[in-house]
């Protein structure tokens, strides 16, 4: 098939699931045209199988904000009709999937049939999508698109439970490359972050509210008080600094690293010991099933779909949202000995495999070709 992919192409979980979908359809011998602003975070190759369309938006001092859907909408037709696009999925709602049902409609207009599949993320609904404002556009963005679906049950729980949803939303889950994540790297450099009695606690994510960043230093600071630990803050964001302020008044500044941004996760992960997301949301958590599939144990909050993904007692354990001080008490038990901790990586990467890209990538083959038919 020849799809056209749009998605968010920057740090975020939604942009990484849609590169990585794209790479994996490719492998399968499909066509991937991804239509975006800026060329994907983690698609460092374009290949015979991958083409990158960049959206620009022509700056124009009458508009005072520059219509981004509308260039999205025209980029999408010129796309389609240039290389015989087959299919579109678009990544998150708005205002993607409101965009491509703008260029489907445009496409009728010729006799071009273009079916859409529309996969929601999380912030799209649980955080942005039920705002008053945003709901009739999400609403009508959901119904019109051939097929959707959502990275767990519990966005479509959410889904439904928000919007007036007509058709059944399918649940694919994210998936993750097994290969790619190999917990035994030779070149881990474990040395450069940590002391070798020091256990390495890692975090991984856009530093905002809804992560709890603040509870990450919590359950941090209970840890290091137990045993030796240092602490890589992984991303920037929002609450970096209220972070870094709260690390200088408990007195942990020297145990923690705030390393911003980084394309080389993986490597990080394959070095630490146990992964904290305690977020207040999070319809999936893909960056625990990331370090889960370096055998890395996760210490998470319950909230949305991280129960679907972190298996409490087995890929590491879920406590509700703010209960800082059993993540800290969960944490120490799965360090306190080496036996345990590697009985933990082990049935974290064990249970990462349900999500391999070789079990997931079919699911969504099966829904475009369910699409492609609705015609
Ligand atoms: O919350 C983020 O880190 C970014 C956000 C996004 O839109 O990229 O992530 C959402 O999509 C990810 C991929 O499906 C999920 O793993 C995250 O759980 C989800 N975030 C939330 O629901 C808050």
Redesign the pocket.
């Known amino acids: 098939m020849k799809i056209a992919i749009v998605c968010?192409p920057t740090f975020?979980?939604?942009?990484?699931?849609a590169t990585e979908l794209g790479i994996a359809l490719s492998e399968r011998g499909h066509e991937v045209h991804f239509v975006t602003y800026k060329q994907p975070v983690r698609l460092e190759l374009l290949s015979k199988k991958i083409f990158f369309h960049e959206v620009s938006v022509p700056d124009y001092p009458l508009f005072h904000y520059q219509p981004y859907e509308l260039a999205l909408s025209s980029k999408l037709v010129d796309t389609v009709k240039l290389h015989n696009i087959d299919l579109l999925h678009v990544h998150?709602a708005i205002p993607h999937a409101y965009a491509g049902y703008m260029a489907k409609k445009m496409l009728e207009e010729e006799g071009i049939y273009l079916p859409m599949v529309t996969t929601l993320?999380?912030?799209?609904i649980?955080?942005v999508g039920n705002h008053e404002f945003y709901k009739p556009a999400v609403t009508f963005s959901i119904n019109k698109s051939d097929v959707v679906t959502s990275?767990s049950q519990s966005?479509k729980d959410d889904t439904n439970r928000l919007f007036t949803v007509e058709d059944d939303i399918k649940v694919v889950p994210?998936f993750i490359d097994m290969a790619k994540h190999n917990p035994s790297f030779t070149d881990c450099q474990r040395d450069l972050m940590a002391e070798p009695q020091e256990h390495i606690i890692t975090h991984v994510?856009?530093l905002?509210k809804?992560?709890r960043v603040t509870d990450v230093i919590e359950v941090f600071d209970r840890i290091q008080k137990k045993i030796p630990a240092k602490l890589l803050m992984v991303g920037e964001g929002p609450e970096k600094e209220t972070c870094e302020e709260l690390c200088i008044e408990k007195g942990i500044k020297n145990k923690v690293v705030f390393l911003g941004n980084s394309s080389e996760v993986g490597k990080i992960l394959c070095f630490s010991d146990l992964f904290l997301l305690p977020?207040e949301?999070?319809?999936?958590?893909?960056?625990a099933?990331e370090a889960m599939a370096s055998g890395v144990p996760v210490i998470s909050s319950n909230a949305?779909?991280l129960p679907e993904v972190n298996k409490n007692g087995v890929s590491g354990y879920l406590s509700d949202v703010g209960n800082v001080d059993e993540m800290a008490k969960n944490a120490v038990s799965i360090l306190s000995s080496k036996e345990t901790l590697a009985k933990f990586k082990k049935q974290a990467r064990e249970t990462a495999k349900t999500f391999d890209t070789k079990n997931i990538v079919p699911l969504y083959e099966a829904v475009y070709e369910q699409a492609v038919k609705m015609k």
């Open positions: 968010y975020g979980g939604s942009g990484v699931v998150y993320h999380g912030t799209d649980t955080l990275v966005l994210n994510s856009n905002r809804v992560k977020s949301k999070e319809s999936f958590g893909l960056a099933l949305g779909g």
